[in-house]
C-alpha cells in the first residue's frame, strides 16, 4: 500500500486501466490438464521397415523402443497484498482491493505470457530449455537434434543451417524442411507448418509475403504460392519475444499434442483472509503450471541475421 492511499487529493489512478494483448501463448501451445505433481512423456521410436523372410522360414522378432522422457514440474506463482486495518476504518479498503485484485489477476495472466515465451526466448540455446528437461540434450530450435532408434545415430534439424531473416525464401525453405522431417527410425512423416509467430516489429512483413496475391517485392507476376497452398494461414505477432526478428513456425506436431505444451495445473485463483494478529486484510493469486516441449519437431524457428 502507498502513502497516496490515505490522501484524498488523489482524484483517479491513471496506469492499471491499460488494454492488454489478447491471450496469444494459447494459440502457440497446446493446453494441457493435470491433476499430477508432475507430468512426463516418452518417445516411441517405432518400429524397423519389413524384412525379407526365406520361405519356411522363421519371421525376425523386434520390440518398440523407448527415447528420452521429457517431464514437466508444475511450479507455483503467487503473489500477495495486504490493507491495513486503519484503511479499513476508514472506509477506502474496497475501492483500494478492488483495484489490487484487478492487478494481481493482470500479473498473472502476463506472467503466462512470459514463462510461456521464454521457451521461444531459448529456443536456440540448449543451456536454457525452459522450464523443462529436454531429453535430447540439445536446444529446441537445432541442426543436431539425434535420431538413435534405428541403430545409428544420426540427425535431423527444425532450423536452417544458417540463420535467416523472415522472407518469402526462407519460409518456403522452411516449409521443404518440415516436410521432410522423420520419425526417430529415420523414416518419412508427414507434417506440416501451421502458424508463424513473429514479433509484433515483423508484422507487416509477415502479412505482405503470405498474404499478398502475387510475389512480394519481385517483378515476377508468377502467384503467391504459400497463400494458394493454404499454407501457414495464421499469424501470431507477439510482442513477448526478446529477439525481433526471429521467427517461429508451429507444426502440426504440436497441434496434434505432442511439440509445444502449456500445462495447467491449477487456475489463477484470488483468496482473500484476515490477519488475527493484525487485523490486516489480505489478498493473493496462486497458480499451478509448467510449459516446454517433447517433441522438437513441433517447432521450428529461426533466429534472424
Known amino acids: 500500500m502507498t502513502p497516496a492511499d490515505m490522501r484524498v487529493g488523489i482524484k483517479k489512478w491513471f496506469g492499471d486501466v491499460y488494454n492488454d494483448y489478447p491471450q496469444l501463448y494459447s494459440r ?3 493446453i494441457v490438464s493435470s491433476n499430477r505433481s508432475y ?11 519389413l524384412q525379407e523372410k526365406d520361405e519356411a522360414g522363421s519371421v525376425n522378432y523386434v520390440t518398440g523402443k523407448q527415447g528420452y522422457t521429457p517431464r514437466y514440474d508444475h511450479i507455483e506463482m503467487a503473489l500477495a497484498f495486504q490493507i491495513s486495518q486503519n484503511l479499513i476504518d476508514d472506509g477506502v479498503a474496497l475501492n483500494v482491493a478492488e483495484r489490487l485484485s484487478k492487478g494481481l489477476a493482470r500479473s498473472s495472466r502476463l506472467t503466462d505470457e512470459i514463462l510461456a515465451h521464454q521457451v521461444l526466448n531459448r529456443a536456440f540455446t540448449a543451456s536454457g530449455l525452459g522450464l523443462m ?3 535430447d540434450g540439445v536446444a529446441l530450435c537445432s541442426t543436431t537434434h539425434p535420431i538413435r532408434g534405428n541403430g545409428v545415430t ?3 534439424a527444425n532450423k536452417p543451417v544458417t540463420d535467416l531473416d523472415l522472407s518469402e525464401a526462407a519460409l518456403e525453405a522452411a516449409l521443404i524442411d518440415i516436410g521432410n522431417m522423420v520419425d ?8 506440416t507448418g501451421q502458424k508463424l509467430v513473429v514479433n509484433i516489429n515483423e508484422q507487416f512483413n509477415a502479412h505482405r509475403i503470405l498474404k499478398s496475391t502475387q510475389r512480394v517485392a519481385t517483378t515476377d507476376n508468377d502467384a503467391n504460392a504459400m497463400k494458394d497452398m493454404g499454407m501457414l494461414s495464421e499469424v501470431i505477432a507477439t510482442p513477448y519475444t526478446t529477439d525481433t526478428d526471429a521467427w517461429f513456425i508451429v507444426t ?3 497441434e496434434a499434442g505432442d511439440g509445444l505444451k502449456f500445462y495447467n495445473r491449477k487456475d489463477a485463483v484470488i483468496d482473500s483472509d484476515k490477519d488475527f494478529d493484525t487485523n490486516s486484510g489480505k489478498y493473493k493469486v496462486c497458480r499451478r503450471l509448467s510449459v516446454g516441449f517433447s517433441d522438437p519437431r513441433g517447432l521450428y524457428g529461426s533466429a534472424g541475421i
Do not use: Q
Open 252 to 254: 502440426s506436431v504440436t
Open 154 to 156: 544420426t540427425t535431423f
Open 133 to 135: 528437461v529436454n531429453g
Open 28 to 30: 502457440i501451445f497446446k
Open 184 to 191: 526417430d527410425r529415420g523414416n518419412r512423416i508427414y507434417v
Open 39 to 49: 507430468e512426463e512423456d516418452a518417445l516411441f521410436s517405432g518400429l524397423p521397415l
